[in-house]
């Protein structure tokens, strides 16, 4: 069974760094052909797309967030992770990280969620 967990701090201060972790089991984080995504939600914005990961050298980023976003691959490790640079309180969320699927492009597999508050 695929599960996927992410973890991190709940508590970010204003402009500092947020980063998660996302743990992969029951399938490599290895192959080619899903992507490895963070997706986030907050009560104003609903779902957001954040970026994702499908292989070495094939990283993408929503537009909107690409300047402070990050995302990498241990695959020693079985994870993927997430930077978000420059945070602001507008950066409060539940962040999940998903499995998408490289084929029709929809989330099969879900984390259960983080919360994070941007907070001082």
């Known amino acids: 069974q695929v599960q996927l967990q992410e973890s991190g701090p709940g508590l970010v201060l204003p402009s500092q760094t947020l980063s998660l972790t996302c743990t992969v089991s029951?399938?490599?984080?290895?192959?080619?052909?899903?992507?490895w995504s963070w997706i986030r939600q907050s009560p104003g914005k609903g779902l957001e797309w954040m970026g994702s990961?499908?292989?070495?050298?094939?990283?993408y980023y929503s537009p909107s967030l690409m300047s402070r976003t990050s995302i990498s691959r241990d695959t020693s490790k079985n994870q993927f992770t997430l930077q978000l640079s420059s945070v602001t309180l507008e950066d409060t969320a539940v962040y999940y990280c998903?499995?998408?699927?490289?084929?029709?492009?929809?989330?099969?597999?879900w984390g259960q969620g983080t919360q994070v508050t941007v907070s001082s």
């Open positions: 998903a499995r998408v699927d490289g084929g029709y492009w929809y989330p099969d597999y």
């Open positions: 029951g399938v490599s984080v290895a192959g080619n052909y899903h992507y």
């Open positions: 990961i499908r292989s070495v050298g094939r990283i």
